[in-house]
């Protein structure tokens, strides 16, 4: 029995001379990564209004958001990129979510637009900078919630601006009116799900469209409901630019006024942009990559400005500035149009 007792205490010093030469055992545990976040997770359902259906949902909620809150802490100890990110309401969805709930912009083959060419003016007087939200021609940025209905916001922001270039008047116009009422043939926009541009200005000249006030928006889709004696305009026509051409984008928004843009915004970054000059190298230009539609309220030599859809806790207060004339940046010369009102 000693001699066993005297074992175990020999054992027990060679555990304890080895935690004191072993390197690793003077490094701490690391906490549940999740539990470093259990705080700010709370601060954000305050500061968003968040609530969830059951503990497992608010469980998983908390993972995703202590998941992407880490992604910006590296984002931010990087420091190499020209823009920032920070924490939104947008902060508790999967990357995957994000792109199926908010950007649900699917461009038409542009054989199949109704809309005519974009002609340059000869010698037009270009400003090198322009911001028509200074000439009071851009409504505040909205919130299309997690319905993906860009395409009608995008759409309805332009012919505001288009609509008070021409009157005056600036009035909010109704991105429902599009969702619940583009989805029937010719135009089969798909409400909440997806949409184009081109189809969306085709329903507005084929019978006039609403302002938000007389058919306001409810963040899903449902039956049209269209009031035809409440008719705020209708597009007369509209205008489809060169794919690719940003020096006639320039034009376009200097002369004519607030252009439509098709942009890809998958990326992390985008989902949780902050401010600065927008450069995302996983961006793509071609037409396939497009998933969501902006308004480009104007540029500097450096960038685009956009009017987004996301909310005004997105970004700056709701817009963005988009790397200009650097390889197209994530398309936002790719696909572009205006309404003529």
Request: charged share 25%.
């Given at each position: ?159 505001e601006s288009h609509y008070f270039l021409k009157s005056g008047s600036l ?89 439509v843009a098709g942009m890809d915004a998958s990326a992390e970054s985008f ?71």
């Amino acid at each position: 029995m000693k001699l066993f007792s005297f074992a175990c205490l020999l054992m027990t010093l060679g555990m304890c001379e080895l935690q004191r030469t072993d390197p690793l055992s003077k490094i701490p545990k690391l906490l549940n990564p999740i539990s470093l976040f259990t705080q700010q997770f709370g601060e954000f359902k305050s500061n968003f209004n968040k609530g969830y259906g059951s503990p497992e949902e608010e469980r998983k909620r908390l993972e995703i958001f202590s998941n992407n809150h880490q992604k910006l802490l590296d984002f931010e100890k990087a420091g190499s990129a020209p823009f920032t990110m920070k924490i939104n309401h947008l902060a508790d969805l999967l990357l995957e979510e994000f792109n199926r709930y908010l950007n649900g912009f699917r461009p038409i083959d542009r054989s199949k637009t109704k809309g005519r060419g974009f002609v340059a003016g000869m010698n037009p007087t270009i400003p090198e900078s322009l911001d028509w939200r200074e000439k009071g021609a851009v409504t505040p940025a909205r919130y299309q919630a997690q319905c993906a209905s860009c395409y009608a916001f995008a759409s309805v922001a332009a012919i505001e601006s288009h609509y008070f270039l021409k009157s005056g008047s600036l009035q909010a116009i109704s991105p429902q009116n599009i969702v619940d009422c583009s989805k029937v043939e010719p135009y089969d926009n798909s409400g909440c799900q997806h949409g184009a541009v081109d189809p969306s200005f085709d329903y507005v000249k084929d019978n006039g469209i609403n302002s938000d006030e007389v058919y306001p928006y409810t963040e899903k889709e449902g039956e049209c409901k269209f009031r035809t004696d409440e008719s705020v305009t209708r597009v007369r026509d509209y205008v489809v630019l060169d794919e690719g051409d940003e020096k006639g984008l320039q034009e376009a928004v200097a002369t004519k006024g607030p252009v439509v843009a098709g942009m890809d915004a998958s990326a992390e970054s985008f989902q949780f942009y902050g401010s600065g000059i927008y450069y995302e190298p996983k961006c793509g230009n071609s037409i396939d990559r497009l998933n969501h539609a902006v308004l480009i309220v104007g540029y500097t030599p450096d960038y685009w400005i956009i009017k987004n859809s996301y909310g005004v806790q997105w970004g700056e207060n709701g817009y963005a500035k988009i790397s200009r004339n650097v390889s197209n940046q994530c398309g936002i010369a790719t696909y572009a149009l205006y309404p003529v009102v």
